[in-house]
C-alpha cells in the first residue's frame, strides 16, 4: 500500500470536528482540530479528520473542501458516550481505522492524536503499521485529578496512557510552556516535547465595531459588560465570577451586565452545571443584571466579544484556553485564572490581568480595575489584538506543525523504506 507523503490524519475520537461547539464535551479541543486542519489544508496537506460517529444521523464523512474531511468511524453505538465510558470501544475503533486504510488503498505515514483516547489509539497503530505519532494532550489526568472531587474509575488507565504516550510519541506537542513544565513535573522527564500554541481566527474576531454589536444586543452604551463564554464545567470556574460579580454589584457598581453564554442540555453535566450558577445567581440577587444567552454560535460569538467590556476566564485549571485568545483577538481586556496556559497567553497589566483561581476577592478586584478606567481598558484590548497577531493565528501554528510533520515524515518514510528492502 501507498504512503502519501503530504498526508496527515489528525484523530480525534471523542471530539469531533464537524459539529457544533460549546456545550458538553464539544469544546476547544474541537475547534482545536477542525482550525489546525483547515489550516494545514490550505498550505497544501491532504488532512482527514477521525472522529467518532455519535448518532445515527450523522453523515459518516463530512468534506469540508477537497483537501480536508471529516470521517467518522464507529467505536460502540452511535449515540453519545461520555470519554469517560469510551475507552473500551477503541479497539474496534483501530479496527475501523485499519479497515478505512484497507478500503482506500492507502495507509497514513503521520498520525497527530488528540486527547488520552486517540493517544491510545495512535500508540496501537504504531505496533501495527510503520508510523510517526504526534500528541496534543488538550488535558492533562495528572492536573486535572488535582482539581475535582470524585476521581473517574478510569483515572488510572488515563494515567498510564498518558505516560506511555509522552514516552513514546515521536513528538509531543504542548500548547504552552506551562503545559510541557507539567509533563516534564507531573508525567515524566522522558520524552519529545514541542511548544507549539493553540490559534484563533484573526479575520473573524475583531472586525466588528463595539457600538454596532451593542445595538445588534441590544446593549446600552452606558452598561458594563461582564462576558463569560465556555462550557457549563464545574473547573470552568464560572461560581467564581458570579460571586465576584455580586461583591461588585454590593459595593455599588452600577450598570453592570453579566453576560454567561455556553450550551447546556437538561439532565447531562452541563445542564446540571446551568442549574447550579442560575441557583447561585438568584441567591445572589443578580438575576435583573444577568443574562444566559445560551450556545453562541460561530456568526454571534464574535459580535458577544466585540460588545463586552471586560472577558473573563476563570478556570480552575486550563490547559490553553482559547476564550483568552479570542478575546483578545477581539480587542478586550481579558481577566483570567493565574493557571495553566492563561499565564502564557495574558499578559498581566498589559493584555489583562490574572487572579488567583477560585478568588472572587481577586476576580472583582481585578474585574473593578478595568471598568473603571476606560482609556487603560483599550490599551489592553490593542495590546492583546497584537499579541495574537503575532503569536496566535491559526495559520502561523499550521506552518509550525507542517514543518513537525515535513521532519517526521521524511523520518518514517526513510524508516519503512528500509524495513521494506
Ligand atoms: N464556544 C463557542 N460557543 C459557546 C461556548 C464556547 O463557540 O457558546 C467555543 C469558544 O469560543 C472556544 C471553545 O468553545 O473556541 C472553548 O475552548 P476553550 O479552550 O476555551 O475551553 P475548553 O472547552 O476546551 O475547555
Same mark, same amino acid.
Given at each position: ?9 489528525? %484523530?480525534?475520537? =471523542?471530539? =469531533? ?11 476547544? /479541543? ?15 496537506? *491532504? ?8 448518532? *445515527? ?40 481505522? +485499519? ?24 500508540? #496501537? @497503530?504504531?505496533?501495527? +503499521? ?5 500528541? !496534543? ?10 482539581? %475535582? ?6 483515572? &488510572? ?28 513535573? @507531573?508525567?515524566?522527564? &522522558? ?8 490559534? !484563533? ?6 472586525? %466588528? ?5 451593542? +445595538? /445588534? ?42 453576560? %454567561? ?28 443584571? &444577568? ?53 502564557? !497567553? ?11 483561581? *477560585?478568588? =472572587? ?17 483599550? *490599551? ?6 497584537? #499579541? ?6 491559526? /495559520? ?26
Amino acid at each position: 500500500m501507498l504512503e502519501k507523503q503530504n498526508r496527515i490524519a489528525l %484523530i480525534s475520537v =471523542d471530539g =469531533d470536528p464537524a459539529i457544533a461547539i460549546g456545550q458538553e464535551e464539544a469544546g476547544g /479541543q474541537n475547534v482545536y482540530v477542525r482550525q489546525v486542519g483547515l489550516a494545514l489544508a490550505q498550505q497544501g496537506w *491532504k488532512v482527514d479528520m477521525f472522529t467518532r460517529r455519535s448518532s *445515527k444521523e450523522q453523515a459518516a464523512i463530512v468534506q469540508h473542501n477537497a483537501n480536508c474531511r471529516t470521517i467518522r468511524l464507529p467505536a460502540g453505538a452511535p449515540e453519545f458516550i461520555g470519554r469517560d465510558e469510551l475507552f473500551s470501544y477503541l479497539p474496534e475503533y483501530v479496527k475501523a481505522f +485499519q479497515a478505512f486504510q484497507q478500503q482506500h488503498g492507502f495507509r497514513y505515514s503521520l498520525v497527530h492524536t488528540n486527547y488520552w483516547l486517540s493517544a491510545w489509539v495512535g500508540m #496501537r @497503530l504504531k505496533q501495527l +503499521q510503520p508510523l510517526s505519532q504526534i500528541h !496534543t494532550y488538550h488535558s492533562l489526568g495528572a492536573v486535572k485529578y488535582r482539581n %475535582i472531587d470524585e476521581i473517574p474509575a478510569i483515572a &488510572t488507565k488515563r494515567l498510564a496512557v498518558e505516560k506511555a504516550c509522552l514516552e513514546t510519541a515521536e513528538r509531543i506537542v504542548a500548547t504552552s510552556p506551562q503545559e510541557q513544565e507539567h509533563m516534564r513535573s @507531573l508525567v515524566s522527564t &522522558t520524552g519529545q516535547i514541542d511548544i507549539i500554541p493553540c490559534g !484563533t481566527d484573526i479575520d473573524r474576531f475583531g472586525a %466588528i465595531e463595539r457600538e454596532a454589536a451593542r +445595538q /445588534q444586543l441590544g446593549i446600552a452604551a452606558n452598561e458594563k459588560v461582564v462576558l463569560y463564554v465556555g462550557r457549563f464545567d464545574k473547573r470552568k470556574g464560572i461560581e467564581t465570577l458570579v460571586r465576584s460579580v455580586a461583591r461588585l454589584h454590593a459595593a455599588g457598581r452600577t450598570n453592570l451586565k453579566l453576560i %454567561i453564554g455556553g450550551g447546556s442540555q437538561p439532565g447531562r453535566c452541563d445542564g446540571r452545571e446551568r442549574d447550579r450558577i442560575e441557583g447561585i445567581v438568584g441567591e445572589l440577587g443578580l438575576d435583573t443584571i &444577568t443574562v444566559f444567552p445560551g450556545r453562541l454560535d460561530d456568526r454571534i460569538l464574535p459580535v458577544y466579544y466585540a460588545a463586552a467590556d471586560v472577558s473573563v476566564v476563570p478556570s480552575h485549571y486550563e490547559p490553553f484556553g482559547l476564550v483568552a485568545i479570542e478575546a483578545m483577538a477581539s480587542q478586550i481586556p481579558v481577566v483570567a485564572s493565574a493557571v495553566g496556559g492563561l499565564q502564557f !497567553t495574558v499578559v498581566p497589566e498589559e493584555t489583562g490581568l490574572l487572579a488567583p483561581a *477560585k478568588d =472572587d476577592v481577586a476576580f472583582a478586584q481585578a474585574i473593578d480595575r478595568i471598568l473603571a478606567d476606560s482609556s487603560w481598558a483599550r *490599551k489592553l484590548g490593542e495590546r492583546g489584538r497584537q #499579541r495574537v497577531e503575532n503569536h496566535f493565528s491559526w /495559520q502561523g501554528v499550521a506552518i509550525e506543525l507542517g514543518h513537525l510533520y515535513t521532519t517526521l515524515n521524511s523520518a518514517t518514510v526513510e524508516t519503512s523504506r528500509a524495513i521494506a528492502a
